[in-house]
């Protein structure tokens, strides 16, 4: 089982095409809707009485547990306000209002400090730290942040780092956390700090993957033609690269490490199909692996 922490919101959406207004999503929400497709998962967090219940009856019927989120009946839920350029190379953030978020304190239930693995989202570092201090002797914990964090609380995100096994991060987090333009040096820089496994994100252009016992490994994205809402992509490729490596015992082999960046390449892409997470709640697991097959087709080659 995964254990997924962190954030639960409402989001409102800008792109050059459409506008989405008050969409349920969140690190949480998109991490597990991934996930889910691969492995068991129980997510920790919160909501005001304004989140939609019928969504989260939608989560459970995918199976996934929502025993653990908070719902404050008299607290609006997280509120996140965001206008892409045309191209979905940049974004802007026109409001962030964490309401009920701002007061959250995860407590682990029995089960899921049990769990094989633990996801932390983009939750300050003395939150992260009380996760971790939470679980019981799991086999993989992996962390994300962002880069107000690295401002405003570098020492606390270092202090995660070393008692993490996988930093998920993109690439300007990478580059701003290590102080290097070079992704490759500041992958190697990273694992320095602490985790076995680093995945710098590079957005439609893939990721690298950094072992300590081996070369960088670059993936490509999945092409599309057509890209909606880059919203929570990040979210479901952890979702999906977490999601496999549960499904085989949480294995380090080389080979299941591709496999698992290959599962978070499609479930990144697949999120960004179509606003919020309407994409990645339409998707089963056959549509999801006919995705994997033609990107496992497109990465091999014959000498």
């Given at each position: 089982?995964?254990?997924?922490?962190?954030?639960?919101?409402?989001?409102?959406?800008?792109?050059?095409?459409?506008?989405?207004?008050?969409?349920?999503?969140?690190?949480?929400?998109?991490?597990?809707?991934?996930?889910?497709?691969?492995?068991?998962?129980?997510?920790?967090?919160?909501?005001?009485?304004?989140?939609?219940?019928?969504?989260?009856?939608?989560?459970?019927?995918?199976?996934?547990?929502?025993?653990?989120?908070?719902?404050?009946?008299?607290?609006?839920?997280?509120?996140?306000?965001?206008?892409?350029?045309?191209?979905?190379?940049?974004?802007?953030?026109?409001?962030?209002?964490?309401?009920?978020?701002?007061?959250?304190?995860?407590?682990?239930?029995?089960?899921?400090?049990?769990?094989?693995?633990?996801?932390?989202?983009?939750?300050?570092?003395?939150?992260?730290?009380?996760?971790?201090?939470?679980?019981?002797?799991?086999?993989?914990?992996?962390?994300?942040?962002?880069?107000?964090?690295?401002?405003?609380?570098?020492?606390?995100?270092?202090?995660?780092?070393?008692?993490?096994?996988?930093?998920?991060?993109?690439?300007?987090?990478?580059?701003?956390?290590?102080?290097?333009?070079?992704?490759?040096?500041?992958?190697?820089?990273?694992?320095?700090?602490?985790?076995?496994?680093?995945?710098?994100?590079?957005?439609?252009?893939?990721?690298?993957?950094?072992?300590?016992?081996?070369?960088?490994?670059?993936?490509?994205?999945?092409?599309?033609?057509?890209?909606?809402?880059?919203?929570?992509?990040?979210?479901?490729?952890?979702?999906?690269?977490?999601?496999?490596?549960?499904?085989?015992?949480?294995?380090?082999?080389?080979?299941?490490?591709?496999?698992?960046?290959?599962?978070?390449?499609?479930?990144?892409?697949?999120?960004?199909?179509?606003?919020?997470?309407?994409?990645?709640?339409?998707?089963?697991?056959?549509?999801?692996?006919?995705?994997y097959d033609i990107y496992r087709s497109l990465m091999h080659y014959e000498e």
């Amino acid at each position: 089982m995964i254990t997924c922490v962190g954030s639960i919101a409402l989001d409102t959406t800008k792109t050059a095409e459409a506008v989405a207004s008050e969409i349920p999503g969140g690190s949480a929400v998109h991490f597990a809707l991934a996930s889910s497709l691969l492995s068991k998962t129980s997510i920790v967090s919160c909501v005001g009485g304004d989140f939609p219940k019928a969504f989260l009856e939608k989560m459970s019927k995918r199976g996934i547990d929502v025993s653990n989120i908070g719902i404050a009946k008299n607290e609006k839920t997280f509120r996140y306000h965001s206008t892409f350029s045309e191209d979905f190379q940049d974004r802007s953030s026109d409001l962030t209002a964490l309401n009920v978020f701002e007061k959250f304190e995860p407590k682990l239930t029995a089960a899921q400090r049990k769990a094989e693995i633990a996801f932390i989202g983009t939750l300050s570092p003395r939150i992260q730290l009380s996760v971790i201090d939470q679980m019981e002797k799991p086999k993989l914990v992996a962390m994300d942040t962002i880069e107000f964090f690295i401002k405003s609380d570098l020492q606390g995100v270092l202090d995660v780092l070393s008692k993490v096994d996988c930093a998920i991060l993109n690439e300007s987090e990478a580059r701003m956390l290590c102080g290097k333009a070079n992704l490759v040096a500041a992958g190697k820089e990273v694992l320095k700090m602490g985790p076995e496994l680093c995945i710098i994100k590079k957005g439609e252009h893939g990721s690298i993957l950094f072992t300590k016992d081996g070369q960088p490994h670059p993936f490509p994205g999945f092409p599309l033609e057509c890209i909606v809402d880059p919203t929570g992509a990040g979210d479901a490729f952890a979702g999906g690269f977490l999601g496999y490596l549960a499904s085989c015992g949480c294995s380090r082999k080389r080979q299941d490490l591709s496999r698992a960046v290959a599962w978070g390449t499609v479930m990144g892409s697949i999120a960004v199909e179509a606003f919020g997470t309407d994409s990645l709640l339409k998707t089963d697991r056959k549509t999801a692996q006919e995705r994997y097959d033609i990107y496992r087709s497109l990465m091999h080659y014959e000498e």
